[in-house]
């Protein structure tokens, strides 16, 4: 944990701290604005942080090392963290909300002497990153997650196996990188977006959400891929392989774990087509193919016809299609196609 040093509120729960504030400033205004606005450029960092880590939820869909309760003790530490973080100079920003508020009171800002704009501009931006590189150095510091078996390949993933996998499994990385994972899948998409009538690019969406870019694909008892990268369950209708694993859904809005059987395949090829299959052969999800729905909607039809109990379900693949990330990657392999 960050050492703490002088601040009028150095917890993020020390409600005495604020109140001291008010105090202070019964007797120097000047004093209790500085305060105030080390408090605004504390919850400047606390959405900065909370930025970095929605930005990275997407690699965590289905993790089994995440719970309600790590996400809470998680954002708690992230809050002491901003207020830390901006102790002393911290980024900047402070000395210019101090300025502002110094004029919101009637107070003039220059009886505090001359004013290094150029000094204010440079900290503004090159504190910002410094406190971008401590919080790397707090968070490295951070116990180690358990590991996750990264040693199957994109190569392996891809390759067909003599059976399909089976048994009591869990969740690992089967994809190098989301690079990989794209190159893997995004040949067999377009072979049963064609069949479907479903943009190709929302499919390999709809599967980096179910799998993380890959990170986190169901494996079997012995490790090897399922190659079920759409979390398709094994209900009655199904009579090949399972693997089961811990899952999470909603039920009546509230996220919880449970214990779930799922498909397995001997390939990657027949995971996608047991998944068109699969869309095809039932009547919840005629809006969503057949060329009734755009790309962006793909994922909001799905979830209309009951696909997910997430209710975030058709706007997080919204998201992924239409991210940076999947385009950059999409459109990397066109140019390396044509200039082959």
Same mark, same amino acid.
């Given at each position: ?142 116990? !180690?997650?358990?590991? @996750? /078996? ?10 067909? %196996?003599?059976? =399909?996998?089976? $048994? ?107 998944? !068109?299959?699969?869309? @095809? /052969? ?10 009734? %729905?755009?790309? =962006?909607?793909? $994922? ?41």
């Amino acid at each position: 944990m960050i050492q703490n040093s002088h601040n009028a509120a150095n917890v993020f729960t020390d409600i005495n701290g604020l109140q001291g504030i008010r105090t202070l400033g019964k007797t120097d205004q000047d004093a209790a604005l500085k305060e105030v606005a080390k408090q605004f450029e504390s919850m400047f960092v606390s959405m900065m942080l909370k930025s970095m880590r929605d930005a990275s939820d997407v690699f965590s869909e289905d993790s089994l090392f995440g719970s309600p309760e790590a996400d809470f003790y998680q954002n708690m530490y992230d809050d002491q963290m901003a207020v830390t973080l901006t102790e002393g100079e911290g980024t900047g920003l402070a000395e210019v909300i101090h300025r502002q508020l110094m004029s919101q009171y009637g107070m003039d800002p220059n009886t505090t002497g001359e004013v290094d704009q150029q000094r204010i501009f440079d900290r503004r931006f090159t504190g910002i990153s410094q406190t971008i590189k401590r919080v790397e150095e707090e968070l490295e510091k951070l116990p !180690a997650s358990p590991q @996750r /078996d990264d040693k199957m390949t994109s190569t392996l993933a891809s390759q067909p %196996t003599a059976a =399909a996998t089976s $048994g009591a499994g869990s969740k690992g990385q089967s994809f190098a990188s989301p690079a990989d994972f794209v190159a893997a899948v995004y040949p067999y998409a377009e072979k049963v977006g064609s069949e479907l009538g479903v943009d190709p690019k929302a499919i390999v969406a709809q599967a980096a959400l179910e799998t993380g870019w890959g990170k986190y694909t169901i494996k079997g008892e012995d490790g090897r891929p399922s190659f079920n990268l759409f979390g398709i369950k094994a209900d009655s209708r199904w009579d090949g392989d399972v693997v089961s694993i811990q899952t999470h859904e909603y039920r009546q809005g509230v996220k919880v774990n449970e214990q779930a059987d799922f498909r397995s395949y001997a390939s990657l090829e027949d995971g996608l087509q047991d998944y !068109a299959d699969f869309l @095809r /052969d039932s009547t919840r999800y005629q809006d969503a193919i057949n060329e009734k %729905t755009s790309g =962006a909607a793909y $994922g909001h039809a799905l979830q209309q016809g009951g696909y997910a109990t997430d209710p975030e379900y058709g706007n997080k693949v919204e998201r992924i299609y239409n991210g940076d990330l999947l385009n950059k990657v999409l459109n990397s392999s066109t140019e390396e196609n044509r200039d082959g």
